[in-house]
């Protein structure tokens, strides 16, 4: 069973920091060969792609509305994801939640279907 745990939520106000974090259990499965991303979910509204990092030259993808404020890493040796967060906006409030794709050596489409296994999540609250 694959296991994410997500850190690093909490409340900030707008135009402030938050740094996100992901850590898979190394006994479930090989992280370097997937794509990972990050959605979020706000009160009412379906869950959202946020950002994501590939396999293969770790390339980032995201989302138009956090472009240029938030940046998603990865660090193969210590099996975990990253989402900086900054200028933050409070529609940027959620519930934050990493993933992994479905399958391995894959990447290319950035939909919530294409996740596969899903951490538990962590609230982010940007107050105005």
């Known amino acids: ?3 994410l745990v997500e850190a690093g939520g909490g409340l900030v ?7 996100l974090s992901c850590a ?13 991303g ?7 509204k379906e869950r959202e792609f946020v950002a994501a990092i590939s396999w293969k030259d770790a390339m980032t993808y995201y989302t138009d509305s956090v472009k240029g404020r938030f940046t998603i890493s990865r660090d193969n ?23 992994r794709y479905s ?3 894959t990447s290319g489409s ?15 609250t940007v107050s105005s």
Do not use: H, I
């Not at 898979?24 to 990972?36: D, E, I, L, P």
């Open 13 to 19: 106000q707008a135009g402030g920091s938050l740094r």
């Open 24 to 36: 898979a259990s190394r006994r479930t499965f090989s992280f370097s060969v997937y794509t990972m």
């Open 38 to 44: 990050w959605f979020r979910q706000a009160p009412g």
């Open 77 to 99: 040796a210590k099996n975990t994801v990253f989402l900086q967060m900054n200028s933050l906006k409070p529609e940027d409030t959620a519930v934050y939640y990493c993933a």
């Open 1 to 3: 069973q694959v296991q």
């Open 110 to 124: 950035y939909q919530a279907r294409d996740f596969g296994s899903w951490g538990q999540g962590t609230q982010v």
């Open 103 to 105: 399958n391995a050596l």
